[in-house]
């Protein structure tokens, strides 16, 4: 179940630098859903220290974004 858990959180992570609206915003509410929550304290991965990221990389724009979402796949890698 983790992997699949693992997955949908990347490909939302993703989601965030997409070029169009509607799936940036879907990927966004997903990040502020109980679904989201619950994904991180049944696979015990860091819920608070993964959603300030995410609002960090929801504030930035262009490349600076880019890397953030880079960063953070990585993060989610090398936490696993």
């Known amino acids: 179940m ?7 959180i990347k490909r939302s992570v993703k989601d965030l630098g997409d070029k169009k609206y509607g ?10 859903t109980d679904s989201f929550e619950y ?5 015990a991965l860091p819920y608070e220290s993964w959603l300030e990221k ?3 990389i929801i504030k930035e724009r262009g490349v600076r974004k880019k890397k953030l979402i880079n960063n953070f ?4 890698r090398d936490y696993l």
């Not at 799936?23 to 502020?32: D, G, I, L, V």
């Not at 994904?39 to 696979?43: G, I, L, R, S, V």
């Not at 796949?73 to 989610?76: A, G, K, P, R, V």
Request: one cysteine or more; proline letters at 0%.
């Open 2 to 8: 983790t992997e699949m858990h693992v997955a949908i």
């Open 54 to 56: 995410i609002k960090n």
């Open 73 to 76: 796949l990585n993060e989610i």
């Open 39 to 43: 994904f991180c304290k049944q696979n």
């Open 23 to 32: 799936n940036r915003f879907s990927a966004e509410q997903f990040f502020f």
